[in-house]
């Protein structure tokens, strides 16, 4: 679990997003920063159990957690920090062009997530080719009770409206292959974000997540 201060510290930030506010509250940043850590060691130890690649991958907690500093260079938002934290658990680490899991802790918006954001054109040319081969054993995962128990799908953002080149629009597999992303989430309340379950609530979603991701990472292979 979090502690109740990490949670206050990100509500406060976002009411008061400047870098003086941030300065005179360091202290309070990095008390939460090391919570966090703290629970993201559980999250790795506790994953390895259950996904191979992660047990063998050795994963540091600090190399899983973004920066909370935000980049401003292209955005009109220029509020210098993210007003989250948040963590990618991968074999290869956070910049790898594969799949993997997301936690995410946000007052008001926490959630657990997993599998492959906008995957480069090569990248979702090979995965819609596999999910068209092996459509069976896709569905079968997505049907399994672990995964169903925590996510209504995959997400739908920005999926095309008509087939992909290559592909028929009677294709039994066309409403998986006109995504751009494969990906699924579950909220996190922020009642449970400080209570002894949350490491379980958290496992739980991953524990659904893993087949899905050894089935976009093998698609790679």
């Known amino acids: 679990m979090l502690n109740p201060a990490t949670l206050h510290f990100l509500t406060d930030l976002k009411a008061n997003n400047n870098k003086p506010w941030f300065d005179a509250n360091r202290p309070f940043y990095e008390a939460a920063k090391a919570d ?18 992660i047990a063998e991958a050795n994963l540091q907690p600090k190399a899983c957690t973004f920066r909370i500093n935000r980049d401003v260079r292209f955005s009109a938002d220029k509020s210098p920090y993210k007003t989250n934290l948040a963590a990618w658990f991968h074999a290869g680490g956070k910049h790898t062009n594969s799949a993997g899991y997301y936690l995410h802790v946000q007052p008001g918006n926490s959630f657990v997530a997993g599998g492959l954001y906008m995957p480069e054109p090569k990248v979702l040319a ?16 997505l049907n399994h009770p672990d995964f169903k128990s925590h996510f209504t799908g995959l997400s739908r953002e920005d999926a095309l409206q008509r087939p992909p080149k290559g592909y028929g629009a009677d294709n039994p597999a066309i409403e998986y292959l006109k995504l751009k992303s494969f990906t699924a989430s579950h909220p996190l309340p922020d009642a449970v974000l400080t209570k002894s379950v949350l490491l379980g609530e958290v496992m739980g979603a991953f524990r659904g997540l893993q087949p899905l991701v050894q089935f976009l990472n093998g698609a790679l292979g």
């Open 36 to 53: 966090f850590l703290n629970f993201i060691t559980k999250v790795i130890e506790e994953l390895g159990r259950f996904d191979p690649a």
């Open 126 to 141: 090979a995965l819609r080719q596999e999910i068209d081969y092996n459509l069976p054993a896709f569905e079968a995962l």
